[in-house]
DNA sequence: AGCATGGCGGAAAGAGCTTTCCCGGTCTTG
DNA sequence: CAAGACCGGGAAAGCTCTTTCCGCCATGCT
């Protein structure tokens, strides 16, 4: 509570420096006003033997700026999302940037709530990672949010989601999913079945569409009963392949939307006893870096998840800031042992 | 910049509700002191349609406290830390903590570095997880900062990691480690290889003491041939595994002091042709979540990441925090494909 | 010698809150 | 009915800085 305790502030160094408190704060901001050799030397002695700290929140109002940049991500256990947040602070870094992380717990509706906190902390910007777009109640409040914290003078920056008075980072799900499937006709499948993820999430309704597109070029359609909807994690992905299975529809390939739920599709499949990829081939998205080490290495989508922070961070703390940028991501398809050429 | 861009402060808020500051500020703080019915409403009403965000700093400043907790990983897209850093932010949220992340990207002489940042900022607490601590120079600086950080009035808590004036929680590794040798030992094996991971790091450090111990009391030394060092990460495990593949050792199991590590380890085997769990049983530490697909299944100590966290955070949030509690967890022994029981 | 410059240091005005202290009016109570 | 206890409201101090505006003194010029 008594965060002063016994701490020195400026106005104790000046004094025991003997000099103004604006001497003093000059000196140590190397502010652009010279101040003599002589009192330099003789404040930031004395600073140091204080070991004076200067209170953040003092500076931020003084200078009426923070250098909070707040990052709002679903779950931060999600290795999409704990890698995205590597890229960001990875470039935070060198600009000085403080990061406060929120995990929304995949409840999306909070995210108004966690930009208004932001808001309050008067953060110079917002970071927000993939959330939902289709209940119109709570995108109405996002957006709502989204822009007084933007006409409150903070810089919003999205990644994986339109839709928002903000500038985008984007990953190009839909043509990645497109060339995926293609690639995928290309060995050798005809028959496919898509675990489709949540409907609500468009980066999972993009890459579901991408592959359907990609089919149809091949004159491949996928019947309603292929496309099984579920949770957007792993396992989300366990129980869909589950239905799939119970569904008993002749598939040879399963396309799960994410790296995270193949995964978990995976898992499904080898406890029903299917031997894959012989099986049955399985294909994901997103090239999750921790998951390259399951078996059968995934055929998916390469998505550069840390360049995504990076651009997302840049956006926010580039000046000009005009209205909403978009930047896009192409993802790389890597075919792994997931899905063999066909016979 | 302009931080302040046009948006109402309490000043406004009270001048056009006709009351006092204190009396605004009260209203919308709901302080003890009672106000009139009907000054409260006014007072809402006004803050309500100026869309009032009060200033985050001012308040820390007029309150003296900050309600920012600062949490220093080495490696925010490890799911290790990640998972914990979710337990961490699950229990901050109820009690309107703010997190700051910062990552070290495992060079923990920064440590230092972020608390002193982090003491800048005037945060309540800080927790620190899993670092370093024999480069003696790092670690005495690391001290200074956490005395210097405690002197001000704030609150320290350490995960996996003695040795600092701070709350700990801690896993017991050497009990873990010595519970899983001896279960290994129960299943048929005699000559095991450790992957070490780095030296310096007394997670590292006490599960292979640990192990050793286990092994001990069943009569089998370990050759220090058979103890590789490495990075604490997917590829250090690699490289590690191979080094040991190239001397040609008669191992039958070989340990790897984490489960992200013993992923790796399991890469370089098939790598190199070997059929697991036939041809070499591996088993790792920490039973990481998003690792439990991985084929074969990793025997390995369960460590209730989320449960560090939490408990971290009870540490920093409560009040007495008299010198350095410790809270220690132990980890269970889960046995799973990666280690059948021999013939 | 006289005056305009420039350099350097200080006083003071905020920045936006919380909280203590004070005061006038009510309500209670003997 | 007077007096003390309360209650609700406001004025103002204080938290720790940054920055503008002033003023002093020493130069440099003419």
Same mark, same amino acid.
């Given at each position: 509570?008594?965060?002063?305790?016994?701490?020195?502030?400026?106005?104790? $160094? @000046?004094?025991?420096?003997?000099?103004?408190?604006?001497?003093?704060?000059?000196?140590?901001?190397?502010?652009?006003?010279? $101040?003599?050799?002589?009192?330099?030397?003789?404040?930031?002695?004395?600073?140091?033997?204080?070991?004076?700290?200067?209170?953040?929140?003092?500076?931020?109002?003084?200078?009426?700026?923070?250098?909070?940049?707040?990052?709002?991500?679903?779950?931060?256990? +999600?290795?999409?999302?704990?890698?995205?947040?590597?890229?960001?602070?990875?470039?935070?870094?060198?600009?000085?940037?403080?990061?406060?992380?929120?995990?929304?717990?995949?409840?999306?509706?909070?995210? *108004?709530?966690?930009?208004?906190s932001l808001r309050r902390q008067r953060a110079r910007g917002v970071i927000l990672v993939g959330s939902r777009t289709t209940d119109s109640r709570h995108e109405a409040d996002l957006r709502a949010e989204v822009?007084?914290?933007? *006409?409150?003078?903070?810089?919003? *920056?999205?990644?994986?989601?339109?839709?928002?008075?903000?500038?985008?980072?984007?990953?190009?799900?839909?043509?990645?999913?497109?060339?995926? @499937?293609?690639?995928?006709?290309?060995?050798?499948?005809? &028959?496919?079945?898509?675990? =489709?993820?949540?409907?609500?999430?468009?980066?999972?309704?993009?890459?579901?569409?991408?592959?359907?597109?990609?089919? &149809?070029?091949?004159?491949?359609?996928?019947?309603?009963? +292929?496309?099984?909807?579920?949770?957007?994690?792993?396992?989300?992905?366990?129980? =869909? *392949?589950?239905?799939?299975?119970?569904?008993?529809? +002749?598939?040879?390939?399963?396309?799960?939307?994410? +790296?995270?739920?193949? $995964?978990?599709?995976?898992?499904?499949?080898?406890?029903?006893?299917?031997?894959?990829?012989?099986?049955?081939?399985? @294909?994901?998205?997103?090239?999750?870096?921790?998951? &390259?080490?399951?078996?059968?290495?995934?055929?998916?989508?390469?998505?550069?998840?840390?360049?995504?922070?990076?651009?997302?961070?840049?956006?926010?703390?580039?000046?000009?800031?005009?209205?909403?940028?978009?930047?896009?991501?192409?993802?790389?398809?890597?075919?792994?042992?997931?899905?063999?050429?066909?016979?």
């Amino acid at each position: 509570m008594a965060r002063a305790g016994g701490k020195a502030n400026l106005n104790d $160094v @000046a004094k025991q420096a003997g000099v103004s408190l604006a001497t003093a704060s000059r000196v140590l901001n190397g502010s652009a006003r010279t $101040v003599g050799a002589e009192l330099q030397e003789r404040v930031r002695e004395v600073a140091a033997r204080l070991d004076y700290s200067p209170s953040g929140p003092a500076q931020a109002m003084a200078r009426g700026a923070t250098n909070v940049i707040g990052l709002v991500v679903p779950d931060i256990a +999600d290795p999409y999302f704990s890698t995205t947040a590597a890229g960001i602070m990875h470039e935070a870094e060198p600009h000085g940037m403080i990061i406060t992380l929120s995990s929304t717990q995949r409840r999306s509706e909070r995210e *108004a709530e966690y930009i208004a906190s932001l808001r309050r902390q008067r953060a110079r910007g917002v970071i927000l990672v993939g959330s939902r777009t289709t209940d119109s109640r709570h995108e109405a409040d996002l957006r709502a949010e989204v822009e007084a914290f933007t *006409a409150a003078g903070g810089r919003v *920056a999205a990644i994986s989601q339109h839709r928002l008075p903000a500038d985008t980072v984007l990953v190009e799900n839909r043509a990645g999913a497109r060339a995926l @499937a293609e690639t995928l006709v290309g060995l050798g499948y005809r &028959r496919f079945a898509v675990l =489709a993820g949540p409907s609500d999430l468009v980066t999972a309704r993009d890459r579901l569409a991408g592959f359907r597109e990609g089919l &149809r070029r091949a004159g491949i359609t996928l019947d309603s009963a +292929d496309v099984i909807p579920g949770e957007f994690t792993r396992d989300g992905g366990y129980a =869909a *392949a589950t239905a799939l299975l119970d569904e008993d529809r +002749d598939v040879e390939c399963v396309f799960a939307v994410n +790296d995270v739920m193949a $995964v978990g599709a995976v898992a499904a499949f080898r406890d029903r006893g299917l031997n894959l990829p012989d099986d049955l081939a399985v @294909a994901g998205f997103d090239d999750i870096v921790s998951l &390259r080490d399951i078996w059968p290495p995934l055929t998916t989508v390469r998505v550069p998840l840390e360049q995504l922070g990076r651009e997302a961070l840049k956006f926010v703390l580039d000046e000009p800031g005009d209205g909403s940028r978009v930047r896009r991501f192409r993802g790389e398809v890597v075919v792994r042992a997931s899905t063999p050429a066909l016979g």
